[in-house]
Structures are given as C-alpha cells and as structure tokens.
C-alpha cells in the first residue's frame, strides 16, 4: 500500500505495475496475472483519482501513539479524554 503513494502520475504507476509483472514468479497463472493488474490499478485509482483514502505517516514508533491516530481517525478525528 505504501508504494501506492509514490506514484502520483500514471507514467511512474505504469512502469513500477510493468516490472512487478515481469518479476512474478513463473508458476503465475495468466488469471493470477491479471489478478495482480487489476486490484494495483483499483488500488492507485482509489488513491490518486477518488481520493477516499485518509492516511497518515507516523514516524514514531511508539504503540501507544501509533493506537491513539488509529482511534481518532476510526473516531473521525475526535481526541477523547482519558481517566
């Protein structure tokens, strides 16, 4: 997922679903091919076209922190007081 947002135009989206492709193992099915292409397209559409997507890049690798985003994104953004 988080290769997704490197890849703001189609062109650089192209080339990285091109070499993935070419670096699948060889025992992939032509069905398990076109699998792969088009949940990465979904995907990067999702992403750069509809834009639903909220994320947040957390450096810190506290879990305590990293719990508190994922509340308050699930909460739409409210910070609750703790006891």
């Given at each position: 997922?988080?290769?997704?947002?490197?890849?703001?135009?189609?062109?650089?989206?192209?080339?990285?679903?091109?070499?993935?492709?070419?670096?699948?193992?060889?025992?992939?099915?032509?069905?398990?091919?076109?699998?792969?292409?088009?949940?990465?397209?979904?995907?990067?559409?999702?992403?750069?076209?509809?834009?639903?997507?909220?994320?947040?890049?957390?450096?810190?690798q506290d879990y305590d922190r990293v719990l508190d985003v994922?509340?308050?994104?699930?909460?739409?953004?409210?910070?609750?007081?703790?006891?």
């Amino acid at each position: 997922m988080g290769r997704i947002l490197d890849f703001d135009n189609e062109d650089a989206f192209d080339e990285y679903r091109n070499h993935l492709e070419d670096h699948l193992p060889g025992n992939t099915t032509k069905d398990q091919s076109r699998l792969i292409r088009s949940n990465l397209e979904r995907l990067h559409r999702a992403v750069w076209k509809e834009q639903p997507v909220a994320y947040h890049t957390e450096l810190d690798q506290d879990y305590d922190r990293v719990l508190d985003v994922f509340v308050r994104a699930n909460d739409g953004g409210v910070k609750h007081k703790t006891a």
